[in-house]
């Protein structure tokens, strides 16, 4: 698990863009995921969830980064299960290098300084989410 959430930038699903650099003094919680990954087929109600919760929070962002997968198989995932945050579609492989993701579910909760304070490995839920959140100091 790096110190530091390592700077990125890329095209998201919606054909907007998501730079991490923008996000200094936010709470981050990058995830990385795949379709084809069933922990992560079950985790997304969750992130549905948090995301639902948190979206009028602007010191909490969510964002997930693919894993070895298709735009368009991404693209109907999210319109099948729902989901409106920004998913990175490009260097996403230099980005997983870059945290050190060996395998999906991953995800990272960076602090507003960009230090990664805790890494998930598996699913995870909106309850662990806030649980990890508070516990390192957000203010929710």
């Not at 709470?27 to 992130?47: D, G, M």
Request: proline content about 5%; overall charge negative; hydrophobic content about 45%.
């Amino acid at each position: 698990m790096p110190d530091f959430a390592p700077e990125f930038a890329g095209e998201t699903l919606d054909g907007g863009s998501f730079d991490m650099a923008a996000q200094r003094g936010r709470w981050v919680v990058v995830n990385f995921f795949s379709t084809w990954c069933v922990q992560c087929v079950v985790e997304h109600p969750e992130l549905v969830a948090f995301q639902n919760r948190y979206r009028g929070d602007a010191n909490v962002r969510l964002v997930s980064v693919v894993f070895q997968d298709e735009v368009d198989v991404i693209a109907r995932f999210f319109a099948e299960r729902g989901g409106d945050w920004p998913v990175v579609t490009t260097n996403t492989g230099r980005i997983a290098i870059d945290f050190g993701v060996t395998a999906v579910p991953e995800t990272y909760l960076v602090d507003p300084l960009g230090r990664v304070v805790t890494k998930f490995t598996g699913g995870v839920t909106l309850a662990g989410l806030e649980a990890q959140l508070v516990r390192a100091g957000a203010p929710l």
